[in-house]
C-alpha cells in the first residue's frame, strides 16, 4: 500500500517537475524572455498540472474500486484485469514521460536555431507542452473508459444482490476512501466524549494528494523565485512592465494626432475643441481657478498677470509638468497631449471676462507677443474667438456645446 | 470504581452567551452605520466619535473581540466541562473572567470613539486596555488548564486541542505585537517601525484570523456539531493531520497581507506558498465536519441549528480556498486595496463565524432553559434572511472589487490614466448601497433570532444546577498496544500546549530575525529624517482620526500606481513610521507621496469640506480640526519616546521642540492667510497640514537632486 502511494506520488511529481526542468534548461540559454510572464506558458502549465491532479484523482478512485473486499469475493478473476490496468497505466504515464525527458537534450539543440515562436514561447517548449497534454488527456481517456465499464460492472454486481440496502453512491465513497455506514463499527475508535464518538476513515486521497501538490507548487515556486532565479521579483517585473507600455505608446503615438509636445502645441480654434477644453476645465480645473477662472486657491485666469507665462506654449508645460512647488498638479499622467493642448486654447479664451470675485493679480505683466496689451475687457473678449463665459452660463452648460456654439 | 458526582457550571455558559447575543447586535449596527456612511458622509452628523475613521475600528474589535469572543468563551465553557468531565476549575475565575472581559469591550469601545488607538489594524487598543487583556486571558487560561489537571477524563479530545493552540498562539501574537512605548495614559507609540512594524502587525492581524476567528471555532465546530447531528466524528486520523498542519502553516502565512509593498521579497514569498499549502489543512477541518453528516443529511433538513453549522462550514471552506487565491501575487495585484477583500473577510465572518454562532445558540439556549424552541418556524426565516444577507452583501463587494481595481489599472492608448480616483469612487456608489442592505437583512435576522430566545428563555426555566458523574481517574495510563501514538500527548495537556508553541512560533521567528537583523532587508536611505515636532503631532492626529482605513501610504511597484501617485514606496522611507500606516483599504486615493501635490490651502478646505475641493468625495467632513486646539505639551513626552524607540533626534531635542513646531507652525498659517484663510497656528488643522505635506517627500527630494 504505501509502496503504491509513493509510486503515484512519484509519477506525479516527475509530471510536474518535467516542465519545470525544461523551462530552467532554456532559460540557461535564452535570458531574454521570462516563461512565467508568458501566458500561454502558463496556461499550458496549470493544464498540465490539472489533468494530472485529475488523472491521479481517478486512479486512485479506480484503485479503491478495483481493491474493494466487496468486488474481490465476488469477482476475484476480473479484479485482477482492473489492477494489472491500473499499473499498465501508470508505467505508461512513467514510461512516456522518462521518454521525452530523454529526447528532450536532442531536440533542445536542433530548436536552439529556429527563432519561429509561438504565442511567445519557442517551438521546442511549445510542442513539447502540448505533448504532454495530449498524453494527459489520452491517459485520461483510458481511465475513464475503464472507469465506467468497473462502476457498470459494480452496479450490476450490486442490483443482483442487496439492491435496496445501499445508501450512498460507490463514487461518493471511492471520492473519501470512506468505510460504508453500515461497516463503520469496525473503524469505530473506543473513545466516547461526552457521547462523541470517532471514526478512524482513511484520509480522502484527493486531499492527501492535493496536500502534496501545494508542497510540490510551494517548492517548485521558491526554487524558481528565489534559487535559480528564473522568475521576475517584483522590482523586475516593475521595470519590464515600464518598458513595455513605453512601446506600447511610442507605437501609438506614431500614428496618432496626438502627438503633440510643448514644443509644436498649437493654438486650437475649432470650437468643438474649446468645447471640449471647456468640459476638462470644469472637471478638472474648477476646484482651484474658480468656475469662470477668477482664481480661488490657484491664481487668477482672466487677468493680464501670469506667474508662469501666458503663450500657448508655456500654458501647456504648466498643465503637462505643473508647479508643484506652488501647488500646480503635473496633469501629464492624467490627460492626454490633445486634452491639455485643448484646455490651454479654453483657458486662453478667459482673457478678460471679469468673473465675479476675482482674484488679485499675481506675477507678470504678460504681452502676446506682436499685441499691445489691451486694458478693455470687451475688446479682449470680442477678439478671443468671441466667446463669452459667463459664471452663470458656466454652470448651466455642463453639456458641452453651448458657449462654443454662441 | 466509584464514581463521583460533580456539577456543571452552566451560569458561565449563560452570561457568555448573553454577551454574545448583546455585542453581536451591536457589533452588526455599528458595521451598518459605518457601511451606510461609505455612501452618505453625512450620517456621521459631523461628529468626530461616529465618523468612519473611528467606527471603522470600533465595528471590527466589536464584532471579533466582543461578539465572536463571547461567543467561544460560551462554547469553550460548555463543552469543556463536559468532555472533561468536570467543572471549571474555580467559580471566580470564571467570574473575573467573565466581567473582565466585557469591561475590556466597554472600555475599548469607549476609547475607540474617543480616538484613543494605536493605529494597528485589529491591534488598536491602547496600552492600559492590552495589559488588561493579557490579565485576563491568562485568567482564561489558568481556569482552562485548572480545569484539564482536575479532568475525570483521560484523552483531551481534538476541540480541547484547539481549545490549548488557541490559548497559547493568541497569547504570543497579542504579548509580541503590542509591545509599545507609551507616551501618556493612552497614547503609546509601536516598539516597531516601517516594514517590522507592518511584518509584526500582518503576522498578527493574519493570526488572529487564524486563532481567534478560526482554531477557536473548530474546537466548538468538533463539539457541536456531532453532538447536534448525533453522528461520529468521520475521521480521527484526519483530525491529527490537520490540526498540526494548520496551526504550523498558518503562521508562516501573514506577508500575504503585504504582497508588492516594501517588504523584502523573500518574506513575500513565504507569505504566498505557506498560503498555497494551507488549503489543504484548512479543508481538512470542513471535510472532517461535511462528512461526520454522512447518514444524517435528513437530519440537517429538520434541525435548524444544523443547517446553520453546515452553511457555516461551507462558507470556512468558500473562505479558505479564496484565501490562497487570493495571495497568489498576480490575483492579489487585482484584489488588494479593493472591497474584494471585505468581501472575502465577511464570507468568512458572516458565514463562518456569524452562522456557527447562531447554530449553537439555537441548540443551546433550549438546552439551557429545559424547553424547546419558541419558534422553529423564525429561526427558520432567520437562516434564510441571513443567507440572502450574505448573498446580498458579498457579490456586490466582489463586483465593486473587481471594477475599482480594473479602472485603477486603465490606460488609454496614449498612455494616460483612463480615470480620476474620483471617477472609481463615484461608480463604487450603488455597489456600497446593495452592501449595506445585505447587510441590514444580516442584523434582522439576528434580531429575529434574539426575540426567539428570549422567548424561549421566558417559557423555560433555567437548568441551574446540571449533574453528572464519573469515575476518578487513578493511577497511571496502561496504553493499549493498539492505540495510536497520537494517544500519548493527548492525556499531557501540558506537553500538547508546549508542542503547540513551538509549532507555532516556528514561522513567525524565521520571518522576523532577518528582517530584524540584517541590514540589506531595508536599505538606508540617507535623504530619510526624522519627522518634525509639528509632522510628528500632524500624524497622531491622522491616527486618531483612523485615517489609515480609508488611505493607504504605500504605491505598489506598477505602472498605474507610480503614474497615479509617483515612484513605488521604499523600504528605507518608513524607517521612522512607529506605527506604520500603510493602510489595508482604498477607499480613498494613496497619501503615500501626497506632500506637496496640494497647496495648504487645499487641504484646509478639503478637511472642512472635501466636496469643495474633490466634487463627488465620500470622505467625512472634519470641522473640528479648525477649531481644535493642538495639545502642544506633549510634544516633549513624544519626541522623548521617540528618541528611546532610537529616532535621531539630537541631543536634548526635546527642549527645543515646541518652539520648532511653534516656528513651523507660523509658516503654515501665513501661507494659508496668502490664499485668504485666517487661522490661528495653534489649531490642529496646521499640524496635520504639515504632516500631509511632508508625506513622501524624502525621496522626491533624493530623486529631484539625481536628476541635476
Given at each position: 500500500?504505501?509502496?503504491?502511494?509513493?509510486?503515484?506520488?512519484?509519477?506525479?511529481?516527475?509530471?510536474?517537475?518535467?516542465?519545470a526542468?525544461s523551462?530552467?534548461?532554456?532559460?540557461a540559454t535564452?535570458?531574454?524572455?521570462?516563461?512565467?510572464?508568458?501566458?500561454?506558458?502558463?496556461t499550458?502549465?496549470?493544464?498540465?498540472?490539472?489533468?494530472?491532479v485529475?488523472?491521479?484523482?481517478f486512479?486512485?478512485v479506480?484503485?479503491?474500486?478495483?481493491?474493494?473486499d466487496?468486488l474481490?469475493?465476488?469477482?476475484?478473476?476480473?479484479?485482477?484485469d482492473?489492477?494489472?490496468t491500473?499499473?499498465?497505466?501508470?508505467?505508461?504515464?512513467?514510461?512516456?514521460?522518462?521518454?521525452?525527458?530523454?529526447?528532450?537534450?536532442?531536440?533542445?539543440?536542433?530548436?536552439?536555431?529556429?527563432?519561429?515562436?509561438?504565442?511567445?514561447?519557442?517551438?521546442?517548449?511549445?510542442?513539447?507542452?502540448?505533448t504532454i497534454i495530449l498524453?494527459?488527456l489520452?491517459?485520461?481517456?483510458?481511465?475513464?473508459?475503464?472507469?465506467?465499464?468497473?462502476?457498470?460492472?459494480?452496479?450490476?454486481?450490486?442490483t443482483?444482490?442487496?439492491?435496496?440496502?445501499?445508501?450512498e453512491?460507490?463514487?461518493?465513497?471511492?471520492?473519501?476512501?470512506?468505510?460504508?455506514?453500515e461497516?463503520?463499527?469496525?473503524i469505530?475508535?473506543?473513545?466516547?466524549?461526552?457521547?462523541?464518538k470517532?471514526?478512524?476513515?482513511?484520509?480522502p486521497?484527493?486531499w492527501?494528494?492535493?496536500?502534496?501538490?501545494?508542497?510540490?507548487?510551494?517548492?517548485?515556486?521558491?526554487?524558481?523565485?528565489?534559487?535559480?532565479g528564473?522568475?521576475?521579483?517584483?522590482?523586475?517585473?516593475?521595470?519590464?512592465?515600464?518598458?513595455?507600455?513605453?512601446l506600447?505608446?511610442?507605437?501609438?503615438?506614431?500614428?496618432?494626432?496626438?502627438?503633440?509636445?510643448e514644443?509644436t502645441?498649437?493654438?486650437?480654434?475649432?470650437?468643438?475643441?474649446?468645447?471640449?477644453?471647456?468640459?476638462?476645465?470644469?472637471?478638472?480645473?474648477?476646484?482651484?481657478?474658480?468656475?469662470?477662472?477668477?482664481?480661488?486657491?490657484?491664481?487668477?485666469?482672466?487677468?493680464?498677470?501670469?506667474l508662469?507665462?501666458?503663450?500657448i506654449?508655456?500654458?501647456?508645460?504648466?498643465?503637462?509638468y505643473?508647479?508643484?512647488?506652488?501647488?500646480?498638479?503635473?496633469?501629464?499622467?492624467?490627460?492626454?497631449?490633445?486634452?491639455?493642448a485643448?484646455?490651454?486654447?479654453?483657458?486662453?479664451?478667459l482673457?478678460?471676462?471679469?468673473?465675479?470675485?476675482?482674484?488679485?493679480?499675481?506675477?507678470d505683466?504678460?504681452?502676446?507677443?506682436?499685441?499691445?496689451?489691451?486694458?478693455?475687457?470687451?475688446v479682449?473678449a470680442?477678439?478671443?474667438?468671441?466667446?463669452q463665459?459667463k459664471?452663470?452660463?458656466?454652470?448651466?452648460?455642463?453639456?458641452?456645446?453651448?458657449?462654443?456654439?454662441? | 470504581m466509584?464514581?463521583?458526582?460533580?456539577?456543571?457550571?452552566?451560569?458561565?455558559?449563560?452570561?457568555?452567551?448573553?454577551?454574545?447575543?448583546?455585542?453581536?447586535?451591536?457589533?452588526?449596527?455599528?458595521?451598518?452605520?459605518?457601511?451606510?456612511?461609505?455612501?452618505l458622509?453625512?450620517?456621521?452628523?459631523?461628529?468626530p466619535?461616529?465618523?468612519?475613521?473611528?467606527?471603522?475600528?470600533?465595528?471590527?474589535?466589536?464584532?471579533?473581540?466582543?461578539?465572536?469572543?463571547?461567543?467561544?468563551?460560551?462554547?469553550?465553557?460548555?463543552?469543556?466541562?463536559?468532555?472533561?468531565?468536570?467543572r471549571?476549575?474555580?467559580?471566580l475565575l470564571?467570574?473575573?473572567?467573565?466581567?473582565?472581559?466585557?469591561?475590556?469591550?466597554?472600555?475599548?469601545a469607549?476609547?475607540?470613539?474617543?480616538?484613543?488607538?494605536?493605529?494597528?489594524?485589529?491591534?488598536?487598543?491602547?496600552?492600559?486596555?492590552d495589559?488588561?487583556?493579557?490579565?485576563?486571558?491568562?485568567?482564561f487560561?489558568?481556569?482552562?488548564?485548572?480545569?484539564i489537571?482536575?479532568?475525570?477524563?483521560?484523552h483531551?479530545?481534538?476541540?480541547?486541542?484547539?481549545?490549548?493552540?488557541?490559548?497559547?498562539?493568541?497569547?504570543?501574537?497579542?504579548?509580541?505585537?503590542?509591545?509599545?512605548?507609551?507616551?501618556?495614559f493612552?497614547?503609546?507609540?509601536?516598539w516597531?517601525?516601517?516594514?517590522?512594524?507592518?511584518?509584526v502587525?500582518?503576522?498578527?492581524?493574519?493570526n488572529?484570523?487564524?486563532?481567534f476567528?478560526?482554531?477557536?471555532?473548530?474546537g466548538?465546530?468538533?463539539?457541536?456539531l456531532?453532538?447536534?447531528?448525533?453522528?461520529?466524528v468521520?475521521?480521527?486520523?484526519?483530525?491529527?493531520?490537520?490540526?498540526?498542519?494548520l496551526?504550523?502553516?498558518?503562521?508562516?502565512?501573514?506577508?500575504?497581507?503585504l504582497?508588492?509593498?516594501s517588504?523584502?521579497?523573500?518574506?513575500?514569498?513565504l507569505?504566498?506558498?505557506f498560503?498555497?499549502?494551507?488549503?489543504?489543512?484548512?479543508?481538512?477541518?470542513?471535510?472532517?465536519?461535511l462528512?461526520?453528516?454522512?447518514?444524517?443529511?435528513?437530519?440537517?433538513?429538520?434541525?435548524?441549528?444544523l443547517?446553520?453549522?453546515?452553511?457555516?462550514?461551507?462558507?470556512y471552506?468558500?473562505?479558505?480556498?479564496?484565501?490562497?487565491?487570493l495571495s497568489?501575487?498576480?490575483?492579489?495585484?487585482?484584489?488588494?486595496?479593493?472591497?474584494w477583500?471585505v468581501?472575502?473577510?465577511h464570507?468568512?465572518?458572516?458565514?463562518?463565524?456569524?452562522?456557527?454562532?447562531?447554530?449553537?445558540?439555537?441548540?443551546?439556549?433550549?438546552?439551557?432553559?429545559?424547553?424547546?424552541?419558541?419558534?422553529?418556524?423564525?429561526?427558520?426565516?432567520?437562516?434564510?434572511?441571513?443567507?440572502?444577507g450574505?448573498?446580498?452583501?458579498?457579490?456586490?463587494?466582489?463586483?465593486?472589487?473587481?471594477?475599482?481595481?480594473?479602472?485603477?489599472?486603465?490606460?488609454?492608448?496614449?498612455?494616460q490614466?483612463k480615470?480620476?480616483?474620483?471617477?472609481?469612487?463615484?461608480?463604487?456608489?450603488?455597489?456600497?448601497?446593495?452592501r449595506?442592505?445585505?447587510?441590514?437583512?444580516?442584523?434582522?435576522?439576528?434580531?429575529?433570532?434574539?426575540?426567539n430566545?428570549?422567548k424561549?428563555?421566558?417559557?423555560?426555566?433555567f437548568?441551574?444546577?446540571?449533574?453528572?458523574?464519573?469515575?476518578?481517574?487513578?493511577g497511571?495510563?496502561?496504553?493499549?498496544?493498539?492505540?495510536?501514538?497520537?494517544?500519548?500527548?493527548?492525556?499531557?495537556?501540558?506537553?500538547?500546549?508546549?508542542?503547540?508553541?513551538?509549532v507555532?512560533?516556528?514561522?513567525g521567528?524565521?520571518?522576523?530575525?532577518p528582517?530584524?537583523?540584517?541590514?540589506?532587508?531595508?536599505?538606508?536611505?540617507v535623504?530619510?529624517?526624522?519627522?518634525t515636532?509639528?509632522?510628528l503631532?500632524?500624524?497622531?492626529?491622522?491616527?486618531?482620526?483612523?485615517?489609515?482605513?480609508?488611505?493607504?501610504?504605500m504605491?505598489?511597484?506598477?505602472?498605474?500606481?507610480t503614474?497615479?501617485?509617483g515612484?513605488?514606496?521604499?523600504?528605507?522611507?518608513f524607517?521612522?513610521?512607529?506605527?506604520?500606516?500603510?493602510?489595508s483599504?482604498r477607499?480613498?486615493?494613496d497619501?503615500a507621496?501626497?506632500?506637496?501635490?496640494?497647496?495648504?490651502?487645499w487641504?484646509?478646505?478639503h478637511?472642512?469640506?472635501?466636496?469643495?475641493?474633490?466634487?463627488?468625495?465620500v470622505?467625512?467632513?472634519?470641522?473640528?480640526l479648525?477649531?481644535?486646539q493642538?495639545?502642544?505639551?506633549?510634544?516633549?513626552?513624544?519626541?522623548?519616546?521617540?528618541?528611546?524607540?532610537?529616532?535621531?533626534?539630537?541631543e536634548?531635542?526635546?527642549?527645543?521642540?515646541?518652539?520648532?513646531?511653534?516656528?513651523q507652525?507660523?509658516?503654515?498659517?501665513?501661507?494659508?492667510?496668502?490664499?485668504?484663510i485666517e487661522?490661528?497656528?495653534?489649531?490642529?488643522?496646521?499640524?496635520?497640514?504639515?504632516?500631509?505635506?511632508?508625506?513622501?517627500?524624502?525621496?522626491?527630494?533624493?530623486?529631484l537632486?539625481?536628476?541635476?
Amino acid at each position: 500500500m504505501l509502496m503504491n502511494n509513493f509510486n503515484k506520488l512519484k509519477t506525479l511529481a516527475v509530471a510536474m517537475l518535467i516542465p519545470a526542468v525544461s523551462f530552467c534548461q532554456e532559460q540557461a540559454t535564452k535570458e531574454s524572455s521570462s516563461y512565467f510572464s508568458n501566458v500561454l506558458f502558463l496556461t499550458l502549465l496549470a493544464t498540465i498540472i490539472i489533468l494530472a491532479v485529475v488523472i491521479s484523482a481517478f486512479s486512485s478512485v479506480f484503485k479503491n474500486i478495483a481493491d474493494s473486499d466487496y468486488l474481490t469475493t465476488k469477482y476475484n478473476n476480473k479484479k485482477d484485469d482492473q489492477s494489472s490496468t491500473t499499473r499498465n497505466v501508470s508505467s505508461i504515464i512513467l514510461l512516456l514521460l522518462s521518454l521525452s525527458m530523454f529526447s528532450q537534450e536532442k531536440v533542445a539543440a536542433i530548436v536552439k536555431v529556429d527563432d519561429g515562436r509561438i504565442g511567445g514561447l519557442d517551438q521546442f517548449t511549445f510542442y513539447f507542452m502540448a505533448t504532454i497534454i495530449l498524453i494527459e488527456l489520452i491517459v485520461l481517456a483510458l481511465i475513464i473508459y475503464q472507469f465506467n465499464y468497473l462502476v457498470k460492472t459494480v452496479t450490476a454486481v450490486e442490483t443482483t444482490t442487496k439492491a435496496t440496502k445501499i445508501t450512498e453512491s460507490k463514487i461518493m465513497m471511492s471520492l473519501t476512501d470512506a468505510v460504508a455506514i453500515e461497516e463503520e463499527d469496525s473503524i469505530m475508535l473506543d473513545h466516547d466524549y461526552d457521547g462523541i464518538k470517532e471514526l478512524d476513515n482513511n484520509l480522502p486521497p484527493w486531499w492527501k494528494y492535493g496536500f502534496y501538490l501545494t508542497i510540490v507548487v510551494a517548492i517548485v515556486y521558491l526554487i524558481n523565485y528565489h534559487v535559480i532565479g528564473t522568475g521576475d521579483l517584483q522590482g523586475k517585473e516593475y521595470e519590464k512592465e515600464i518598458a513595455q507600455a513605453k512601446l506600447e505608446v511610442d507605437e501609438f503615438m506614431k500614428t496618432s494626432a496626438n502627438n503633440v509636445d510643448e514644443n509644436t502645441v498649437k493654438l486650437l480654434t475649432e470650437a468643438t475643441d474649446i468645447a471640449t477644453g471647456k468640459d476638462l476645465y470644469i472637471v478638472n480645473c474648477v476646484a482651484c481657478h474658480g468656475k469662470g477662472g477668477e482664481g480661488t486657491v490657484g491664481p487668477n485666469l482672466t487677468d493680464d498677470y501670469w506667474l508662469h507665462g501666458a503663450s500657448i506654449q508655456d500654458l501647456f508645460k504648466t498643465l503637462k509638468y505643473g508647479w508643484v512647488e506652488k501647488g500646480m498638479k503635473a496633469w501629464k499622467e492624467d490627460l492626454s497631449p490633445m486634452q491639455m493642448a485643448q484646455i490651454a486654447s479654453f483657458i486662453k479664451t478667459l482673457k478678460g471676462t471679469n468673473p465675479p470675485n476675482p482674484k488679485a493679480p499675481q506675477g507678470d505683466l504678460y504681452t502676446e507677443a506682436g499685441v499691445a496689451p489691451i486694458s478693455d475687457s470687451t475688446v479682449v473678449a470680442s477678439d478671443s474667438l468671441n466667446i463669452q463665459i459667463k459664471a452663470d452660463s458656466l454652470k448651466a452648460a455642463a453639456s458641452a456645446t453651448v458657449a462654443a456654439k454662441k | 470504581m466509584e464514581l463521583q458526582k460533580f456539577q456543571y457550571d452552566n451560569k458561565t455558559v449563560k452570561m457568555f452567551a448573553y454577551a454574545t447575543i448583546l455585542w453581536g447586535l451591536v457589533g452588526m449596527l455599528v458595521g451598518l452605520i459605518a457601511a451606510i456612511q461609505l455612501y452618505l458622509p453625512a450620517a456621521n452628523m459631523s461628529l468626530p466619535y461616529t465618523t468612519f475613521g473611528r467606527l471603522r475600528p470600533l465595528h471590527t474589535n466589536a464584532v471579533i473581540f466582543a461578539f465572536v469572543g463571547n461567543g467561544i468563551f460560551m462554547g469553550v465553557y460548555y463543552s469543556l466541562q463536559r468532555l472533561l468531565k468536570a467543572r471549571m476549575f474555580s467559580d471566580l475565575l470564571s467570574k473575573i473572567h467573565f466581567w473582565g472581559w466585557q469591561l475590556i469591550i466597554v472600555l475599548a469601545a469607549a476609547t475607540l470613539i474617543m480616538g484613543k488607538t494605536t493605529g494597528k489594524e485589529y491591534a488598536e487598543l491602547e496600552w492600559p486596555i492590552d495589559i488588561l487583556i493579557t490579565l485576563v486571558w491568562v485568567v482564561f487560561g489558568w481556569n482552562m488548564f485548572g480545569t484539564i489537571i482536575r479532568r475525570r477524563e483521560r484523552h483531551l479530545y481534538v476541540a480541547i486541542w484547539f481549545y490549548i493552540a488557541t490559548f497559547v498562539t493568541v497569547a504570543m501574537l497579542h504579548i509580541v505585537n503590542s509591545i509599545e512605548i507609551p507616551v501618556s495614559f493612552w497614547k503609546s507609540y509601536s516598539w516597531y517601525a516601517g516594514v517590522q512594524d507592518a511584518l509584526v502587525q500582518w503576522w498578527y492581524g493574519h493570526n488572529a484570523v487564524a486563532f481567534f476567528l478560526t482554531t477557536p471555532y473548530l474546537g466548538l465546530m468538533y463539539y457541536f456539531l456531532p453532538k447536534i447531528a448525533q453522528r461520529p466524528v468521520y475521521s480521527y486520523r484526519l483530525s491529527i493531520i490537520h490540526f498540526w498542519a494548520l496551526i504550523f502553516l498558518y503562521i508562516w502565512a501573514g506577508p500575504h497581507h503585504l504582497l508588492y509593498t516594501s517588504v523584502p521579497d523573500w518574506a513575500q514569498s513565504l507569505g504566498v506558498v505557506f498560503s498555497v499549502m494551507l488549503i489543504a489543512p484548512s479543508w481538512g477541518g470542513m471535510i472532517n465536519g461535511l462528512l461526520t453528516l454522512r447518514g444524517a443529511w435528513d437530519r440537517v433538513r429538520d434541525n435548524v441549528g444544523l443547517k446553520f453549522l453546515v452553511v457555516a462550514v461551507t462558507a470556512y471552506g468558500m473562505a479558505t480556498f479564496e484565501g490562497p487565491m487570493l495571495s497568489l501575487k498576480n490575483v492579489n495585484a487585482v484584489a488588494h486595496y479593493t472591497d474584494w477583500i471585505v468581501a472575502h473577510v465577511h464570507v468568512g465572518a458572516l458565514g463562518w463565524n456569524g452562522f456557527m454562532t447562531f447554530g449553537i445558540l439555537y441548540w443551546l439556549i433550549p438546552r439551557l432553559f429545559q424547553t424547546k424552541l419558541y419558534s422553529e418556524k423564525l429561526a427558520n426565516m432567520h437562516f434564510w434572511i441571513g443567507t440572502l444577507g450574505i448573498v446580498l452583501y458579498a457579490v456586490p463587494m466582489y463586483w465593486a472589487g473587481f471594477m475599482q481595481s480594473s479602472m485603477w489599472k486603465d490606460f488609454t492608448p496614449e498612455g494616460q490614466l483612463k480615470w480620476q480616483f474620483m471617477d472609481t469612487v463615484t461608480k463604487m456608489i450603488p455597489f456600497y448601497i446593495a452592501r449595506s442592505v445585505g447587510g441590514a437583512l444580516f442584523l434582522v435576522g439576528a434580531i429575529l433570532m434574539t426575540y426567539n430566545l428570549i422567548k424561549t428563555i421566558k417559557v423555560g426555566t433555567f437548568l441551574e444546577i446540571e449533574e453528572d458523574q464519573a469515575p476518578a481517574l487513578v493511577g497511571e495510563y496502561q496504553s493499549h498496544s493498539k492505540d495510536h501514538w497520537h494517544r500519548w500527548i493527548e492525556r499531557k495537556p501540558i506537553q500538547l500546549m508546549i508542542v503547540s508553541l513551538v509549532v507555532v512560533a516556528i514561522g513567525g521567528l524565521i520571518e522576523f530575525v532577518p528582517v530584524f537583523l540584517v541590514k540589506s532587508n531595508i536599505p538606508t536611505i540617507v535623504s530619510v529624517k526624522p519627522y518634525t515636532p509639528l509632522e510628528l503631532q500632524g500624524r497622531d492626529i491622522y491616527i486618531r482620526e483612523g485615517c489609515y482605513t480609508c488611505h493607504s501610504q504605500m504605491v505598489r511597484p506598477f505602472r498605474s500606481e507610480t503614474a497615479r501617485y509617483g515612484e513605488y514606496s521604499k523600504a528605507g522611507e518608513f524607517v521612522y513610521d512607529h506605527p506604520f500606516q500603510w493602510g489595508s483599504k482604498r477607499t480613498g486615493p494613496d497619501l503615500a507621496r501626497e506632500g506637496g501635490k496640494y497647496p495648504d490651502s487645499w487641504h484646509y478646505n478639503h478637511m472642512l469640506d472635501p466636496t469643495s475641493m474633490s466634487p463627488g468625495s465620500v470622505m467625512p467632513t472634519y470641522p473640528w480640526l479648525l477649531e481644535d486646539q493642538l495639545d502642544a505639551n506633549s510634544t516633549i513626552a513624544k519626541i522623548k519616546a521617540m528618541k528611546r524607540l532610537g529616532v535621531p533626534y539630537p541631543e536634548g531635542y526635546e527642549n527645543n521642540a515646541i518652539k520648532d513646531m511653534e516656528a513651523q507652525a507660523k509658516e503654515i498659517a501665513a501661507n494659508l492667510k496668502k490664499d485668504g484663510i485666517e487661522t490661528l497656528p495653534d489649531r490642529e488643522i496646521v499640524a496635520l497640514i504639515s504632516y500631509l505635506q511632508r508625506l513622501g517627500k524624502d525621496i522626491k527630494a533624493e530623486g529631484l537632486k539625481a536628476q541635476k
